[in-house]
């Protein structure tokens, strides 16, 4: 579907906050994703043209990185961290039973185009492990049984909050946020919890620092 002029309006809006023009093109991709469901020819063709450089050279950048999809997402995104830590905790076996339950594989949406699923990498959330994402907002701490009722509330069209509060809303919609941040839903949820704190409390009870820079080994 060629781009349309709202689309590529907004690109420009992205192109204006940089000095260098091609440094928009990650926030681009993304609002192409929100457009399009996917990175389509025609949206790496747009960014190509509203950036002065090559379709080749958007591609590259497309396909390099995991979050650019090039063939179509479902309504909602579910990633599943099966990196060591949350591999071991239990994540595997949460990729194995939604697998099962959704009939799909690795990167591969649902026949009715509600979901996709997609084994991904550490989300630096490990405190939290095993985690899953649901269009990229996190669900911590899950086990097979929790993200399965995930998956069948919002089968159900039910409102499903992410563990950290945002509400989820659907692929599209988050990668518009990508694109553009301040959409104000930034203060939603909790930014930091006891968990996620831990390593700074025990270091300062037992008055650890950091190396200063140099000072290593
Ligand atoms: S290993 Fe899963 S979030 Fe880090």
């Known amino acids: 579907m060629a781009i349309n002029e ?3 309006a907004s690109m420009r809006e992205i192109v204006a906050r940089y000095p260098q023009p091609r440094s928009a093109l990650l926030p681009m991709l993304h609002l192409v994703q929100s457009a399009e469901g996917e990175v389509t ?18 591609t590259g950048v497309s396909t390099f990185y995991t979050m650019y999809k090039r063939k179509p997402v479902g309504e909602h995104h579910i990633g599943v961290c099966v990196n060591t830590l949350c591999g071991l905790l239990g994540g595997d076996a949460v990729y194995e039973a939604l ?16 979901f996709s699923l997609e ?7 490990c405190t939290h492990a095993p985690v899953m994402t649901v269009d990229w907002e996190f669900m911590d701490d899950v086990t097979p049984t ?3 009722d995930v998956v069948d509330r919002l ?5 499903v909050e992410s563990t950290r509060g945002p509400v989820i ?3 599209q919609a988050s990668e518009h946020t990508m694109a553009f941040p301040d959409d104000g839903l930034a203060g939603e949820g909790i930014s930091v919890d006891a968990k996620m704190l831990a390593g700074l ?15 290593e080994g």
């Open 41 to 58: 020819t025609d949206g790496i063709a747009a960014c190509a043209e509203v950036l002065g450089i090559s379709p080749a050279e958007v």
């Open 155 to 159: 089968s159900r069209g039910e409102r």
């Open 201 to 215: 409390r025990y270091a300062k009870e037992h008055n650890m620092a950091a190396p200063r820079s140099g000072q």
């Open 119 to 125: 084994r991904i990498e550490c989300q630096a959330a």
């Open 169 to 171: 809303r659907n692929f």
């Open 6 to 8: 709202q689309t590529l």
């Open 99 to 114: 697998s099962e339950r959704l009939g799909v594989g690795h990167n591969e949406p649902t026949a009715d185009g509600k």
């Open 146 to 148: 929790s993200a399965l």
